[in-house]
């Protein structure tokens, strides 16, 4: 009785997935009826609220960038985003460990699994490779995090993409200085110009980065200079001139060194 109850079900089973399959042969071999609604999939290449987006986006502003903070590594506030976990090494050699939603948590230095791009402009090496250093926090006007399936469409990492957003200058010119310290020879300086002329809005900052290391063996140096600069052709079109530099000359590694 055993053998003859499972040989009806694989039978009932089999016709099922033939009726199944003709099933969706006659649908997709129906015309669509005249009037009917045709259903389009496209991407999107233009500014659309996120709410309107089948993604998760989540957005970081100046303020939240730093407000109370000393604005030297990605760490101090990427990490509230859902998703995103970040693991400051102390290490300026190995840089910050960035993983969304697991992807990237095995990376042994750098950042993998995630794209990072500076104002659109892809900052990963073509082996998915990146640094959060190149970043200068002082003059960002927010940090756009993409986690989710809709990743890979820009590039070959599928965890997510960190895109910094540089700021314009403000509509009066304006010069701005910020100077932070800490405990272990910690401290940073960072100056800022920026302003509006006719059809020209600028945005510059320099900024360095000194520290001895909570351990021996672990000093660090760091320069930064980022420039943004844009020419307004017409009121929709315009050219957008962008300069990074970072300079690293000092970034010893406490578990390579004795």
């Known amino acids: 009785m ?27 071999a129906e015309e669509p009826a005249p009037g009917a609604d045709a259903v389009v999939v496209s991407a999107t290449r233009r500014d659309q609220p996120s709410l309107l987006l089948p993604a998760a986006v989540d957005r970081l502003y100046s303020d939240e960038l730093r407000f109370g903070r000393p ?45 990072l791009y500076q104002d659109g402009i892809p900052a990963s090496m073509p082996d998915g490779q990146g640094q959060a250093s190149s970043f200068d926090l002082g003059s960002a006007e ?25 700021e314009d200058g403000p509509a009066k010119p304006e010069v701005r200085g910020d100077l932070w310290a800490g405990s272990f020879g910690t401290r940073r300086w960072l100056t800022k110009a920026g302003g509006e002329s006719g059809p020209f809005n600028y945005t510059a900052s320099m900024g360095d980065f000194w520290t001895d290391g909570w351990r021996e063996h672990s000093a660090a140096s760091r320069q930064q200079v980022n420039a943004k600069v844009r020419y307004a052709l017409n009121a929709d079109t315009g050219v957008t001139l962008l300069l990074n530099s970072v300079n690293q000359p000092e970034s010893q590694d406490p578990l390579g060194l004795t």
């Open 2 to 28: 055993q053998f003859i109850h499972y040989g009806w079900y694989r039978v009932a089973a089999s016709m099922s997935c033939c009726a199944l399959l003709s099933c969706a042969q006659t649908a997709l």
């Open 71 to 115: 604005q030297i590594n990605l760490s101090e506030s990427i990490g509230r985003v859902p998703g995103i976990v970040v693991q400051n090494r102390n290490n300026y050699t190995q840089d910050l460990q960035v993983h969304s939603r697991g992807v990237g948590a095995r990376s042994t230095f750098g950042i993998r699994g995630l794209r």
């Open 142 to 166: 927010r940090i756009e995090v993409l986690r989710g399936a809709l990743a890979p469409l820009y590039g070959n990492s599928g965890g997510g993409v960190i895109n910094i957003i540089t």
